[in-house]
């Protein structure tokens, strides 16, 4: 059973392996047609080893149609991570669990209204022993282990857990195509218009999730961004796997890029046992 | 190679798959189970419970008790190995081939002297001072291999430890430190951060003072002139040639000691350090001087 | 009158026992201290009646600021690492500890390092010691042709059939049973 199973996958390997040399191809025949190109050679402090460095295009905001600026490399433990989407799920629910305190509210038979006295004596009218008339078991009685509101869902998702969360929400991103790198966030009007005719344009998804490493966005960008709900810019800091998920594209600055892949190389690289402690609500 | 790879292969198969939303990711299959209580043949009747008794009621007896005989752990007469257990010193083990190893992945510089700072700064020593804990105590396993030049202090070590060590043309103080001064010396950065003065260490308890001014156990209150008798004494009873540290290259920081009210190296009790002006604050009135002379 | 003089007086007294044992030995207690007969120094008095009283209470202590002083160095080293060092080529390594080597990149699949420096092998022991499983981590590349070559060089050395299962999502394979020293030496001998 286990060796069919096996030789199906390896079957499988195979049936992919032309489509990842077409798509190989492709890029090398626009890297003979664009002019000038500027190939950025990285020097990482922690180059990798075995799996090669992903390239991406440096893309333009000034004009509608897309421009090719430059080849651009992101590191493949960032960027080219195993895709667990289990991971990405586990990091989802933790998403939206923290931040939810439930509200929804029942009484007891203590809080509801009445129901002090007994309502008919214990012995010799043939009828069921009763103490109260809120009792559970009554109609219009109170609710035996319903909801109580203020209720949190809060728990901590373990830190190696949010980074490779992290990372494979980027790395899935990129396979996908829906992650692309900019030079800047420059535009040249800040009409809505012109950023949603260039989302059209170049087939970024409607929602478009913009990633910058400072916290103030040029006006022109915000500005178009303003009336349109479903673009939105986010500093680095801010970036996190339900907005990813939320929205169809993630735009990355050049310096935002950069940041990400600094930060969770560092986390990846360092003596990480005081953020894999146990979660405390007082830690904060 | 190409789709081969594990990860290349993940990947180039999302390339063909709808976009990954909200909508379409999952959590494994079983990796969680919801909890159930049966009903009849499902499991039902007693949930595995049995028929009454403990199994039911959760009152299992008390850990030892042979319900009524004389209890197999009050059968002997008493041998009070942990009396006072609690209020013991306790020196978590660090090994010599743990510390060589620390060495060879550049965990510790041995070009600077080695204190209980340094190595629990290399994040693979477990160090609790909240649990009685007074410091390293330096054991033999991979005394043969241990191939270092250092100055180390540590809180405890063996006659072999000592050997080990000096043989490389090392020094080895044994040390102690007070329970405050030992949080200080785990996390630094933190006592930095609080903006508070330095403190002076210590001295050490009487049933400890015995070992720590003896120069056979090289410690740090001993006479200098007696442990460098006892440096030459057990390199002959072990018989190894004992190396000139006066002639070495790294003779400054060989000789290179803690004052015994000192904490940090380099570092003197009062000195307030600010870590984001990069400055140090030294006390110049006369009586906190006084005070931290000791 | 009388019996609020002397309350005062012993919370005095009381402050000063206080300050005399120096609990924590913090200089933060010194901003409260007192100057004149009642010093930093600690001072057990004997009794009440012989203790003094407070004559005036010392705010501030003098103190030289020097910046970029010549101990920062001390201080430096005292601060955690960054990134976990990255280990400096030596000639030998005393402790056993043997670096990854440079060809192993081109071989069809590797193992990575952890980035404490150490194979990622290890054993899980279950079932109160009755079930061992060797567990082998972060593995890139090709992971069957690698459990294929595992799998032939156990069946050499332990001269057995041995089971393996392969995670391709997780990048691990688990052995079964206690083949860690095995699967260690053969890491290395491949340069992993």
């Known amino acids: 059973m286990t060796s069919v199973l096996i030789n199906a996958f390896k079957r499988l390997n195979l049936s992919i392996r032309p489509q990842v040399k077409v798509i190989s191809s492709s890029y090398s025949t626009a890297v003979t047609t664009a002019n000038s190109l500027n190939v950025t050679q990285k020097e990482w402090k922690y180059p990798p080893l075995y799996t090669k460095p992903r390239e991406v295009w440096i893309e333009n905001l000034d004009t509608v149609e897309e421009k090719k600026l430059g080849l651009f490399e992101l590191h493949p433990s960032v960027y080219a991570a195993m895709p667990r989407i289990d991971i990405i799920h586990r990091n989802f629910v933790w998403q939206t669990k923290y931040r939810w305190v439930s509200w929804a509210h029942t009484k007891t038979r203590a809080e509801v209204r009445g129901g002090g006295r007994k309502p008919w004596p214990q012995k010799g009218l043939g009828r069921a022993r009763h103490g109260s008339i809120r009792s559970p078991l009554w109609r219009g009685g109170g609710v035996a282990h319903g909801p109580r509101s203020g209720k949190t869902h809060f728990f901590m998702l373990p830190f190696h857990l949010r980074i490779h969360g992290l990372t494979s929400m980027l790395s899935a991103k990129l396979a996908q195509d829906d992650l692309h790198v900019v030079n800047n966030l420059e535009l040249p009007t800040d009409e809505s218009n012109y950023l949603a005719d260039l989302i059209e344009n170049r087939n970024w998804g409607p929602s478009v999730l913009i990633i910058d490493d400072t916290d103030i966005a040029p006006r022109n960008i915000t500005v178009a961004t303003d009336s349109l709900p479903h673009v939105n810019i986010m500093p680095v800091y801010g970036l996190n796997v339900y907005s990813m998920l939320k929205h169809d594209t993630l735009v990355l600055t050049l310096a935002a890029a950069e940041r990400i892949e600094e930060r969770i190389l560092h986390h990846l690289n360092a003596i990480t046992t005081e953020q894999q402690r146990e979660f405390k609500l007082s830690q904060v | ?294 | 009158m009388a019996t609020v003089w002397r309350s005062q007086c012993a919370f005095a007294r009381l402050l000063i026992g206080k300050i005399a044992q120096n609990p924590n030995n913090s200089p933060d207690l010194c901003t409260k201290l007192f100057q004149g007969p009642i010093s930093v120094t600690s001072r057990n008095y004997s009794n009440y009646a012989n203790s003094p009283f407070i004559e005036r209470i010392k705010e501030q202590y003098e103190y030289d600021i020097i910046k970029n002083p010549p101990e920062w160095a001390y201080v430096e080293r005292l601060l955690p690492f960054d990134t976990i060092p990255v280990v400096t080529p030596k000639e030998n390594y005393p402790s056993g500890w043997i670096p990854p080597r440079e060809e192993a990149v081109h071989l069809p699949y590797f193992v990575s390092r952890t980035k404490n420096h150490e194979l990622p092998i290890y054993l899980n022991i279950t079932y109160r010691g009755m079930r061992k499983i060797t567990k082998i981590k972060k593995i890139e590349g090709d992971i069957w042709l690698l459990n294929d070559t595992l799998k032939a060089h156990l069946k050499e050395t332990a001269g057995k059939y041995v089971e393996t299962r392969v995670h391709e999502l997780g990048k691990f394979i688990e052995v079964k049973g206690d083949y860690v020293n095995v699967i260690r030496n053969w890491a290395h001998s491949k340069g992993f």
């Open chain 2, 1 to 294: 190679m190409g789709s081969r790879q594990i990860t290349e292969k993940s990947l180039s198969i999302l390339r063909s798959l709808p976009r990954i939303s909200v909508g379409n990711i999952r959590d494994n299959p079983g990796s969680k189970v919801t909890q159930k209580r049966g009903r009849g043949q499902h499991g039902g009747d007693k949930h595995g419970a049995g028929n009454k008794g403990s199994g039911q009621r959760q009152n299992y007896m008390r850990l030892g008790y042979e319900t009524g005989n004389n209890p197999f752990y009050l059968r002997m007469p008493q041998e009070p190995y942990y009396r006072g257990h609690h209020h013991r010193r306790e020196y978590p083990p660090l090994s010599l081939l743990q510390l060589q190893s620390l060495i060879d992945t550049d965990r510790i510089d041995v070009s600077l002297p080695v204190d209980l700072a340094s190595i629990i700064k290399s994040g693979l020593y477990n160090f609790y001072p909240e649990q009685k804990q007074f410091g390293i105590n330096l054991t033999d396993e991979g005394a043969d291999i241990f191939a270092a030049k250092i100055n180390i202090e540590v809180q405890w070590a063996s006659e072999q430890v000592i050997a080990a060590v000096e043989r490389n043309g090392g020094v080895i103080t044994t040390a102690y430190y007070d329970p405050h001064s030992l949080f200080l010396l785990k996390n630094p950065k933190h006592f930095f951060k609080t903006g508070a003065a330095i403190p002076r260490r210590m001295i050490p308890p009487p049933d400890v003072i015995e070992y720590y001014t003896s120069a056979e156990t090289r410690g740090y209150l001993a006479d200098p002139e007696k442990i460098s008798q006892e440096r030459l004494k057990l390199s002959q009873k072990y018989g190894y040639e004992l190396p000139q540290v006066e002639n070495d290259s790294f003779y400054e920081m060989l000789c290179e000691r803690k004052d015994p009210r000192q904490i940090f190296y380099g570092l003197e009790p009062g000195w307030v350090v600010n870590l984001k002006d990069k400055c140090i604050l030294k006390p110049t009135d006369k009586e906190l001087l006084r005070f931290y002379s000791s």
